[in-house]
């Protein structure tokens, strides 16, 4: 059983920055496991579907990010604790939505939401001045 928790979600002016922390935690993921897992986040904006914001695989560690936040955002993962990091710049009022972290065990970047299998809850994200 993997449980995914994310964090760091919030209230933030246009062009400021975030960190948003997702944490693993269960019986079924140790630091081992959770370093075999490819991690990503996705983001629903109201009104809008859910779509991919960035990933990270299993070593070697690839990324991957959607063309709407490369260069803003870094994804980033600590797999002694457990935990994946989307670091947001330049933040823009089109970033402002739910933010979910989600995993799943192909050594790959997948860029649907059907390919993950273990999700957080979301934390939201809102860009406003």
């Known amino acids: 059983q993997v449980q995914l928790v994310e964090s760091g979600g919030g209230l933030v002016q246009p062009g400021g920055t975030l960190e948003l922390s997702c944490a693993g935690s269960?019986?079924?993921?140790?630091?081992?496991?959770?370093?075999?897992?490819?991690l990503a986040w996705f983001r629903q904006a109201p009104g809008k579907e859910l779509e991919f914001v960035a990933g990270i695989s299993s070593s070697p560690y690839i990324t991957d990010y959607a063309a709407s936040v490369k260069g803003r955002f870094t994804i980033s993962r600590d797999n002694a604790k457990k935990t994946v990091y989307l670091q947001m710049n330049g933040l823009k009022a089109d970033d402002t939505a739910v933010y979910y972290c989600a995993a799943q065990r192909t050594p790959i970047v997948e860029l649907t939401r059907e390919e993950y299998y273990h999700w957080g809850q979301g934390t939201q994200v809102t860009v406003s001045s």
């Open positions: 269960g019986r079924d993921i140790t630091n081992y496991f959770f370093s075999a897992y490819t």
